[in-house]
């Protein structure tokens, strides 16, 4: 990523302190993972500062950033194995969450059944002094509402041998069993419409499974990907609320940006997909459809999404409309023998 030295202001894993200074008052704990049943799996967890963040491998550019005054206690961040979440506790869902794709993080995940399966209360809001959303909060919500658990950070992403040990969750390895443990906390949902949206048919469906299996398995293509919940103005009360104390907060709109290398230059500035959904109720158009500029979605969610951006590329980057990626997102690097890259 050679570009990243030349249009970063501070470079993809360095400039902590500059990163730092754009999230003060997040908190920061150390904690222990564990698993739903409560019980210690030995792997260290911390709520994280962005200067935490900045170094983890979920990030493009730099820790997203609230752009809206804001109360920085209201957002704790959390850095998990396979992704991070801002979370807002107000709202009672994720700000927004990030994560990183490629090919072999696709494979090696147990089935999703038993204990790979159930939800699970965030075990350390507690200790940052939240209330942790409970799996009771969503219990019927499907069949009186047609609510669903929607992930913000997909399950399945959440494979791999990210401890580089040659064991996979599916094997039995405890630190990649925790992975996918962790994308079942409810700090990683949101309430969806489960059979116009989130389910088979949805935007949110079909979007997760164009980026999983066209993006990343058939072309070998790596991804970062920022997304999120949009509430307007974050006043909360003019929306729909669910839970067993009506305090969890239906978001109107959902977003994703997708990010990946330039294939054709490998100094250039990287590709970006900014998809910008309403919360449909009945299902309608194709993910494309939903394309728009990174400066739309930011000032709708209220977001800096790559605060090391050099500023003078920021402002022709987030500016532009993102369709006008859509036709080159999915070509392979250029090959160096022919000079050409394939259709």
């Not at 047609?146 to 791999?160: D, I, K, N, S």
Request: with cysteine; charged share 25%.
């Amino acid at each position: 990523m050679t570009w990243i030295s030349r249009y970063s202001t501070i470079g993809l894993c360095g400039g902590l302190v500059s990163a730092c200074a754009l999230m003060t008052g997040c908190a920061v704990s150390s904690l222990a993972a564990r698993d739903h049943s409560g019980s210690t799996l030995g792997v260290g967890m911390t709520a994280y500062s962005a200067a935490n963040v900045a170094q983890s491998e979920h990030v493009f550019l730099g820790t997203p950033t609230i752009a809206r005054e804001h109360d920085p206690a209201q957002f704790p961040l959390l850095e998990r194995q396979g992704y991070i979440v801002q979370f807002d506790t107000a709202s009672r869902v994720p700000r927004w969450v990030a994560y990183h794709v490629t090919a072999d993080l696709l494979e090696g995940k147990p089935p999703r059944e038993g204990r790979f399966k159930s939800f699970k209360q965030d075990p350390d809001l507690p200790d940052l002094g939240f209330e942790p959303v409970r799996d009771a909060d969503y219990v019927g919500l499907l069949a009186a509402r047609g609510f669903a658990r929607g992930h913000l950070a997909p399950f399945a992403v959440m494979g791999g041998d990210r401890d580089g040990d040659g064991q996979f969750a599916i094997d039995g390895d405890d630190h990649d069993q925790l992975t996918v443990i962790e994308s079942n906390y409810l700090s990683n949902v949101a309430p969806q419409h489960h059979f116009e949206f989130n389910g088979a048919g949805g935007l949110w469906f079909k979007l997760e499974r164009w980026i999983q299996d066209t993006v990343v398995k058939d072309r070998g293509i790596e991804v970062w990907v920022i997304a999120g919940c949009i509430f307007g103005d974050d006043s909360y009360t003019d929306f729909e609320a669910v839970g067993l104390d009506t305090d969890i907060y239906v978001p109107a709109m959902f977003y994703k940006v997708v990010v990946r290398e330039n294939p054709d230059d490998e100094d250039g500035p990287p590709l970006v997909l900014a998809f910008l959904f309403p919360h449909q109720r009945s299902s309608h158009g194709d993910i494309e459809d939903f394309l728009t500029s990174i400066d739309v979605v930011e000032q709708m969610a209220g977001m800096d999404f790559f605060p090391e951006l050099d500023d003078d590329i920021e402002l022709v980057m987030e500016d532009e409309d993102t369709w006008d990626n859509w036709s080159r997102f999915l070509r392979v690097a250029t090959d160096p023998r022919s000079g050409t890259a394939p259709p």
